[in-house]
T-cell receptor, first 116, second 108 residues
């Protein structure tokens, strides 16, 4: 089946630094990927929709300059948390649409970001 | 704006029970419907996908149905097992929006 690989699984960084999270579709082309953030014991909050070759579409309330998304190829989307602060600590998950909408979505395994 | 509600929010049952999890959308214009499970600290694993032309899907002990007219879906888990313990999430639009899910605990 369609697999999305997300790296790193865990990262600890110092406040003020930037962190990049990668999401790769391994055996299919993903023209559209989604980035979510999840707080402890809460559901997933959609942050942005990433489209290959174009600018990402951000959900209301999500800072574009804080969370930079790049989808430069059909198999790779990246989320960069810039100038990270402790409040950015969270669980980040990516998802890719498998072909057309009717084929559903597959998720990465998530990245636990801790900013100290 | 699409919103998703899942009932119950939490469920704790002894193993062997048959379970029903409910999912509803404020906007009933759902193209397809997908159920996922999430284990603590992990990503989401797809369980069942009901495409737009379908009304239900079955996989092993799991059965999911979709009523597009009302914007409701039901996940049925037969003969629950401790390994079923997880959070169950449903999503069903062109960009997946999730509710808070149902946290299920099945104890021996």
């Amino acid at each position: 089946g369609a697999v999305v690989s997300q790296h790193p699984s865990r990262v600890i960084c110092k406040s003020g630094t930037s962190v990049k999270i990668e999401c790769r579709s391994l055996d299919f082309q993903a023209t559209t990927m989604f980035w979510y953030r999840q707080f402890p014991k809460k559901s997933l909050m959609l942050m942005a929709t990433s489209n290959e070759g174009s600018k990402a579409t951000y959900e209301q309330g999500v800072e574009k300059d804080k969370f930079l998304i790049n989808h430069a190829s059909l198999t790779l989307s990246t989320l960069t948390v810039t100038s990270a602060h402790p409040e950015d600590s969270s669980f980040y998950i990516c998802s890719a649409r498998v072909g057309q909408v009717s084929y559903g979505y597959t998720f990465g395994s998530g990245t636990r970001l801790t900013v100290v | 704006k699409q919103e998703v509600t899942q009932i119950p929010a939490a469920l704790s049952v002894p193993e062997g029970e048959n379970l029903v999890l409910n999912c509803s959308f404020t906007d009933s214009a759902i193209y397809n419907l997908q159920w996922f499970r999430q284990d603590p600290g992990k990503g989401l694993t797809s369980l069942l996908l009901i495409q737009s032309s379908q009304r239900e899907q079955t996989s092993g002990r799991l059965n999911a149905s979709l009523d597009k007219s009302s914007g409701r879906s039901t996940l049925y888990i037969a003969a629950s097992q401790p390994g079923d313990s997880a959070t169950y999430l449903c999503g069903g639009t062109d960009k997946l929006i999730f509710g808070t899910g149902t946290r299920l605990q099945v104890f021996p």
